[in-house]
């Protein structure tokens, strides 16, 4: 079983930037990908970015095309989500969590760190 801890959440104002850190233990020497996915109250939960961990392919939805970087460190076993240019409508709980085989969902969310960004 995988854990995961994500944070670096915070108070910004619109335009700013935060960086957010997922840091993976237990189970981790077979995973696909991993995951970065928001939550805004009173909204399902969306899918923000991805990366293959083997090779370090990065997806994004078009919302944070542009200004948010997914990478991936993997001696330390940690994803990290960059987000510039962020916007009010960036605000939500950002979860990670990890797709262990392609087509397998997502699986060992963490507790999530909270991102608000003011206007």
């Known amino acids: 079983q995988v854990h995961l801890v994500e944070s670096g959440g915070g108070l910004v104002q619109a335009g700013g930037s935060l960086r957010l850190s997922c840091a993976a233990s237990?189970?981790?020497?077979?995973?696909?990908?991993m995951g970065w996915f928001r939550q805004a109250p009173g909204k399902e939960r969306e899918f923000v970015a991805s990366?293959?961990?083997?090779?370090?392919?990065?997806s994004y939805a078009d919302s944070v095309k542009g200004r948010f970087t997914i990478s991936r460190d993997v001696a330390k076993n940690t994803v990290y989500l960059q987000m510039n240019s962020l916007k009010p409508e960036d605000t939500g709980a950002y979860l990670c969590?990890?797709?262990?085989?392609?087509?397998?969902?997502?699986?060992?969310w963490g507790q999530g760190t909270q991102v608000t960004v003011s206007s």
């Open positions: 990366i293959t961990w083997s090779g370090g392919m990065p």
């Open positions: 969590a990890v797709q262990m085989v392609f087509g397998a969902p997502y699986d060992g």
């Open positions: 237990g189970r981790t020497f077979s995973r696909y990908r």
